[in-house]
């Protein structure tokens, strides 16, 4: 049994009540590590809560930088959309902290990491499995999905054992977040008929009227400035949240298939993702060659699977990353995109490696395709299919 656990810990009633209920009921010693991904709420008081709680130490990291340019810039490059629509906002952040959970272990000299994912999510599979590939030897645990807890018997625990937990009313959505985007969770909306009502939005409320444009700049498939101006990739998503969001674009709702082989109703909100990922996809069509872009998009669902699946430390995932980087060599260059209530869409592109040739393309004077050509490509190209129509198809009946 581990002596000395590090628990992701979150501030939250759950992770709260879990760090005296391992000491009580696990006889651990618990470190606390809080992560700043980017997430709405701040960490204020986080430090007193898991102290007043019994944890024997506590570390806060801000990862929004690393989060951004390890976790997030691969997943652009890659055009990862879960299920062809979510940005995998959460299963994103959980191999991060479960890295720095792991780094932590090792400073406190710790034999243990937990978390506070319930049984029935993704979440779960994706700490322990990064856990089981960075640090096997560390024991796991999960003590939310152990205790058998409802929601007022934790709040019940936390009174008699003196935890502070701050405002425990009632929860209506389970609510995950960070830089990349939000996800909201049940209520109203376990219903999959039902619309999710208005007060579940906050990165995508309107409050912009006036149509706006932007330019997104990319190297090599990463974001690296915004207007021209030169930002890290975090400042970057921060101010498309802001900017797109306040034209209330960025939304989804969708029924996806959890790991755990569960059909759940899931909306979230993921503005300054998805204008990205809008424009590394448009920048793509200007400078990735046809059959790169055709292997490209039959491996992006892989890929997003695998994020989604807990498998971002994988053999798999290094393999296809090294593909994806070297279709990335030319996806540098400007994509122009245009804001209305609502609605966001991409209006121009440029790049100087771009395969667009005018003079092949154009219909004017300039015309450099030699069109006689076609003539002969176009009689060998359907001379199968001629073929099948004279002896079995169509044609066969005249
Ligand atoms: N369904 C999404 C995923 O699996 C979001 C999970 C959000 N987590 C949460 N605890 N509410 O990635």
Redesign the pocket.
């Known amino acids: 049994m581990a002596k000395r656990v590090v628990l992701a810990y979150s501030g939250g009633l759950d992770t709260s009540v879990a760090v005296r209920w391992m000491i009580e009921n696990l006889g651990v010693e618990v470190v606390c590590l809080s992560a700043d991904v980017g997430q709405e709420g701040t960490l204020e008081g986080n430090r007193e809560k898991a102290l007043g709680a019994g944890a024997i130490a506590y570390e806060e990291l801000d990862l929004r930088q690393e989060f951004a340019d390890d976790f997030l810039a691969p997943l652009i490059k890659a055009n990862a959309l879960y299920e062809d629509q ?1 940005p ?4 994103l952040s959980r191999p991060l902290i479960a890295k720095k959970q792991v780094e932590i272990a090792r400073k406190y000299g710790a034999d243990g990491v937990a978390h506070g ?1 319930t049984g029935k ?3 779960q599979v994706r700490f322990e499995v990064s856990y089981m590939a960075l640090a096997p030897d560390l024991e796991q645990l999960a003590p939310v999905r152990n205790w058998g807890f409802t929601r007022e018997d934790s709040i019940e625990y936390a009174a008699t054992h003196g935890i502070p937990v701050g405002a425990t009313k009632e929860k209506l959505y ?3 977040d960070n830089l990349f985007g939000r ?1 909201i ?1 049940c209520g109203e909306m376990e219903d999959p008929w039902a619309e999710p009502p208005a007060g579940v939005w906050k990165m995508t409320e309107r409050t912009a009227t006036e149509p706006a444009e932007f330019t997104v700049s990319f190297e090599r498939g990463v974001p690296v400035a915004l207007d021209g101006e030169v930002r890290p990739l975090f400042e970057i998503v921060i101010a498309l949240n802001h900017l797109v969001g306040s034209y209330g674009w960025g939304r989804l709702d969708m029924v ?1 298939n ?1 790991r755990v082989g569960i059909k ?1 109703r ?1 909306t979230y909100e993921a503005p300054g993702a998805l204008a990205i990922m809008l424009a590394h996809r448009d920048l793509e069509s200007l400078t990735v060659e046809r059959d790169l872009g055709r292997q490209k998009i039959a491996l992006q669902h892989r890929y997003a699977e695998l994020v ?1 699946d807990g498998l971002w430390y994988s053999p798999l995932r290094d393999a296809l990353d090294a593909f994806v980087d070297v279709s990335q060599r030319h996806v540098t260059g400007d994509v122009r995109l245009r804001l209305e209530p609502n609605r966001c869409w991409v209006v121009g592109r440029r790049a100087p490696k771009s395969l667009y040739d005018y003079g092949l393309a154009t219909y004017d004077a300039a015309d450099r395709f030699r069109h006689a050509d076609s003539e002969g490509f176009v009689r060998i190209w359907g001379l199968g299919v001629q073929t099948w129509s004279d002896v079995q198809g169509p044609g066969s009946q005249r």
């Open positions: 979510y995998l906002v959460s299963a994912c999510g993704n979440d389970s609510i995950d996800a969770e996806e959890r759940s899931e989604y």
